[in-house]
């Protein structure tokens, strides 16, 4: 099984809807991450969490929302779905520095989004 | 603000064949380097990174150096399989929390 595990895989809605990606994590590391891909631009950060109490902001937060139900879960949902935001999603994971952090993410297969 | 800039794809060799990929970097401070590969259907996961100027990362066959009077971090190998193709990303890290500044990716063919 995958240490970090996303779903759904793919997924296909329409504009207006609300959906959520899940993330889980069987690594026990604190931090976790989604990253957009989208085709010539590589990944953007869009949330970032350091434990279960933190959560903060990347470089593209709007339009997104996220909750980090423990420290194994991190989930990004979509209020209210635009066209726009049709990518492939990344979660990823980090350990902290004390517990041996060599700046290395751990990422999941990634969740396709396509929004009609 | 941090940038990494990678050599546009799709580059495309035959097995056996030398790579490099070109990627520079601006940033503030002292960066830590990586390189990310990503094969088709999966996530991205990393293939060698260096600290500190003068570091040589390696795996698999592949190497980069970090340059710091070039602002670079090119990825080389020396001959190249079909099990190479894949998408190859350079990255950066400033300061704590493993946040990382991606480039836009270089995708690799490798043809027999």
């Known amino acids: 099984d995958a240490d970090v595990t996303q779903t759904p895989r793919n997924r296909i809605t329409k504009t207006g809807k609300r959906i959520m990606l899940e993330c889980s994590q069987t690594?026990?590391?604190?931090?976790m991450y989604w990253y957009r891909q989208d085709p010539g631009l590589g990944l953007q950060l869009i949330y970032y969490?350091?434990?279960?109490?933190?959560?903060n902001k990347g470089e593209i937060s709007d339009g997104y929302s996220v909750s980090r139900q423990a420290q194994a879960k991190f989930s990004l949902s979509l209020e209210s779905a635009i066209p726009n935001q049709t990518a492939l999603y990344f979660c990823?994971?980090?350990?902290?520095?004390?517990?041996?952090?060599?700046?290395?993410?751990?990422f999941g297969e990634g969740s396709r989004l396509t929004v009609l | 603000g941090n940038s990494v800039t990678q050599m546009e794809g799709p580059v495309t060799l035959s097995e056996e064949a030398f790579l490099t990929i070109n990627c520079t970097y601006t940033?503030?401070?002292?960066?830590?380097l990586f390189w990310y590969v990503q094969y088709p259907g999966e996530g991205l996961q990393l293939l060698l990174k260096?600290?500190?100027?003068?570091d040589k990362g390696s795996n698999k066959g592949f190497e980069a150096t970090y340059r710091k009077e070039t602002t670079s971090f090119h990825l080389e190998k020396g001959s190249v399989q079909v099990s190479d193709s894949a998408v190859y990303f350079c990255?950066?890290?400033?300061?704590?929390?493993?946040?990382?500044?991606f480039g836009t990716g270089t995708q690799l063919k490798v043809e027999l």
């Open positions: 969490s350091f434990d279960v109490k933190d959560i």
């Open positions: 990255a950066l890290r400033t300061g704590g929390g493993n946040k990382l500044t």
């Open positions: 260096a600290t500190k100027a003068d």
């Open positions: 940033a503030t401070g002292y960066p830590s």
């Open positions: 990823a994971t980090a350990g902290r520095a004390t517990t041996g952090n060599t700046g290395e993410l751990f």
């Open positions: 690594k026990g590391h604190d931090r």
